[in-house]
């Protein structure tokens, strides 16, 4: 009796190409394919609320704004993602051929769940610093009032500013809103 062992480590292309195939959401992490949990009700509320929000705030300006649907890759890191909110400014670059993957986003907004809280907060920060466009980082608690909203002030320097209550105002630096 043989058994079948799965592979423990994939190329970015082969994570691509399972990807197409797969009937379930998942992410790439340098070699490891991630499944992705599904989202609540309230976390798909205040994603859609912010993204449609910035649509309206940045129309007929420079800026495109996506949604949890469209991959983030981070070559340094080598890492496939799906933020809950991106913003770009000007064109999307993307990788290959496909425009299903971007690498250039200049704000990110990711809305936490008690699965992803830590890691939002802390690997995926650094990796999503490694992005020469990426300026602003919004994560916002989907159970409680709190935001944390980090902009970067200069080079491997960043401000941070939390908001905790019902009528605290979220100010944007990289874009008008």
């Given at each position: 009796?043989?058994?079948?062992t799965?592979?423990l480590?994939?190329?970015?292309?082969?994570?691509?190409?399972?990807?197409e195939?797969?009937?379930?959401?998942?992410?790439?992490?340098?070699?490891?394919?991630?499944?992705?949990?599904?989202?609540t009700?309230?976390?798909?509320?205040i994603?859609?609320?912010?993204?449609?929000?910035?649509?309206?705030?940045?129309?007929?300006?420079?800026?495109?704004?996506?949604?949890?649907?469209?991959?983030?890759?981070?070559?340094?890191?080598?890492?496939?993602?799906?933020?809950?909110?991106?913003?770009?400014?000007?064109?999307?670059?993307?990788?290959?051929?496909?425009?299903?993957?971007?690498m250039?986003?200049?704000?990110i907004?990711?809305?936490?769940?008690?699965?992803?809280?830590?890691?939002?907060?802390?690997d995926?920060?650094?990796?999503?610093?490694?992005?020469?466009?990426?300026?602003?980082?919004?994560?916002?608690?989907?159970?409680?009032?709190?935001?944390?909203?980090?902009v970067?002030?200069?080079e491997?320097?960043?401000?941070?500013?939390?908001?905790?209550?019902?009528?605290?105002?979220?100010?944007?630096?990289?874009?008008?809103?």
């Amino acid at each position: 009796m043989q058994l079948e062992t799965q592979k423990l480590y994939y190329t970015p292309e082969e994570y691509l190409e399972i990807k197409e195939k797969a009937e379930y959401k998942s992410e790439y992490r340098d070699g490891e394919i991630v499944p992705m949990t599904g989202g609540t009700t309230n976390h798909n509320k205040i994603a859609l609320n912010l993204a449609a929000s910035l649509k309206i705030a940045l129309r007929r300006k420079n800026y495109d704004v996506y949604i949890g649907d469209v991959r983030l890759w981070i070559p340094r890191y080598r890492q496939h993602t799906y933020p809950d909110v991106m913003v770009i400014e000007g064109q999307p670059i993307y990788t290959g051929t496909s425009t299903t993957t971007v690498m250039n986003p200049v704000l990110i907004t990711e809305v936490l769940s008690k699965s992803t809280k830590n890691y939002d907060q802390g690997d995926k920060f650094l990796y999503y610093r490694s992005i020469p466009e990426f300026k602003e980082y919004i994560l916002i608690d989907q159970s409680q009032y709190h935001v944390m909203h980090y902009v970067k002030t200069a080079e491997s320097q960043w401000s941070f500013t939390e908001l905790e209550h019902e009528s605290a105002i979220l100010s944007l630096q990289t874009v008008d809103f």
